[in-house]
T-cell receptor
Framework: KAGVTQTPRYLIKTRGQQVTLSCSPI?????VSWYQQTPGQGLQFLFE???????NKGNFPGRFSGRQFSNSRSEMNVSTLELGDSALYLC??????????FGEGSRLTVL | SQQGEEDPQALSIQEGENATMNCSYK?????LQWYRQNSGRGLVHLIL?????REKHSGRLRVTLDTSKKSSSLLITASRAADTASYFC???????????FGKGTHLIIQP
């Protein structure tokens, strides 16, 4: 069974630009969640999607958004990038037992 | 904000020794999970313990949960160099809430 796939793995953007990150969950998993990891703040919950609906959102500004498609693939978007958005963005899909399976992450650098 | 707080922040031991990491949290939980992360990679789920469980084993891992003290511990027995990684505890309140992670314990196993 293929794991969680995140693309791109690395990207560099400049302030003010926007970025879209993609996540393909494990086949059969309908829940996808996103986390931001930075050295200063650690791992922080961004949002969670289930059957194309956002079920919960963490404490992030509106510049951070996401969506989920009918095939459970998810994207997150960050608009008007700031230097502080530089981070490892991790996507996870969840099985019925509540166990999260994480992808390798997308490392975003904002210059 | 971080719910879980791991202790110690860093731990260096000799190969073959046991490693113990602790996690404290603040609010009531549905379950607590431990994850491992190798440098800059995705998180790997190690073990999930539910709020009505007190101890759980998986291979060389032993996790305890004390809900009265709002604390958990992860014991890795007979450590190996490959166990070098950061270890995170994460709490789940249940429902659609995302996991709340601690800042992690960086474990170094010296050969």
């Amino acid at each position: 069974k293929a794991g969680v796939t995140q693309t791109p793995r690395y990207l560099i953007k400049t302030r003010g630009q926007q970025v879209t990150l993609s996540c393909s969950p494990i086949s059969g998993h309908r829940s996808v969640s996103w986390y931001q990891q930075t050295p200063g703040q650690g791992l922080q919950f961004l949002f969670e999607y289930f059957s194309e609906t956002q079920r919960n959102k963490g404490n992030f500004p509106g510049r951070f958004s996401g969506r989920q498609f009918s095939n459970s693939r998810s994207e997150m978007n960050v608009s008007t990038l700031e230097l502080g958005d530089s981070a490892l963005y991790l996507c996870a899909s969840t099985d019925l037992a509540g166990e999260l399976f994480f992808g390798e992450g997308s490392r975003l650098t904002v210059l | 904000s971080q719910q879980g707080e791991e202790d110690p922040q860093a731990l260096s031991i000799q190969e073959g020794e046991n490693a113990t990491m602790n996690c404290s949290y603040k609010t009531s939980i549905n379950n607590l999970q431990w994850y491992r992360q190798n440098s800059g990679r995705g998180l790997v789920h190690l073990i999930l313990i539910r709020s009505n469980e007190r101890e759980k084993h998986s291979g060389r891992l032993r996790v305890t949960l004390d809900t009265s003290k709002k604390s958990s511990s992860l014991l890795i027995t007979a450590s190996r160099a490959a166990d070098t990684a950061s270890y995170f505890c994460a709490t789940a309140k249940g429902g659609a809430d995302g996991l709340t992670f601690g800042k992690g314990t960086h474990l170094i196993i010296q050969p």
